[in-house]
């Protein structure tokens, strides 16, 4: 069953990941690199998830740089949907599952690095070198908490005032 978070939106990831694309097409063009491939699951459906592997509570899933599959060198969204799916299946970051709990992997597991889960958000990257993929997810994950966190406090803010002025 699918659940919607009910602060995360996908525009506010849209928001994470428009905040972060200076950084990720720098990264792009210093790595020589096609394109980096974004998962961002969504955190309700993370915490009620128990169906197949392969339906991924998906809040939002983006392509940063030449979005042309064909001329990839690699599957780069792939990798980033199978990076999700190992963190949805341990609730780990794939880095440490890698480095820690190698037991862990399953058959047809991207075994590398390049997904971070913070409590139930869990974002994946791919089409760099795993500790940039890394970079992006974890710094995605920072940064949509931060937006939650303004989210809210400004429906805090707004329910306190919504009082001001009437009369019991």
């Known amino acids: 069953m699918q659940r919607n978070s009910g602060i995360l939106s996908k525009e506010m990831a849209e928001a994470a990941v428009a905040i972060l694309r200076p950084g990720i097409e720098q990264l792009i063009k210093d790595?020589?690199?096609?394109?980096?491939?974004?998962?961002?699951?969504?955190?309700?459906g993370v915490a009620a998830y128990q169906g197949p592997q392969d339906d991924l509570p998906i809040l939002l899933e983006t392509v940063i740089g030449n979005p042309d599959r064909t001329q990839w060198?690699?599957?780069f969204d792939e990798s980033a949907r199978k990076k999700a799916t190992i963190s949805l299946r341990t609730r780990m970051s794939t880095h440490l599952v890698a480095a820690d709990q190698p037991y862990l992997f399953?058959?047809?597991?991207?075994?590398?690095?390049?997904?971070?889960?913070?409590?139930?958000?869990?974002?994946?990257?791919?089409g760099l070198a795993w500790e940039y993929d890394y970079l992006i997810s974890a710094a995605l994950n920072a940064i949509m908490q931060a937006?939650?966190?303004?989210?809210?406090?400004?429906?805090?803010?707004?329910?306190?005032?919504?009082h001001i002025g009437e009369r019991p």
Do not use: H, W
């Open 31 to 44: 790595q020589n690199r096609m394109a980096v491939a974004i998962v961002i699951l969504d955190p309700a």
């Open 73 to 75: 060198k690699s599957k």
């Open 106 to 126: 399953e058959n047809g597991d991207f075994k590398y690095g390049g997904s971070d889960v913070r409590g139930y958000q869990i974002t994946a990257s791919g």
């Open 147 to 162: 937006l939650s966190l303004a989210a809210m406090r400004i429906e805090r803010e707004n329910k306190a005032c919504s």
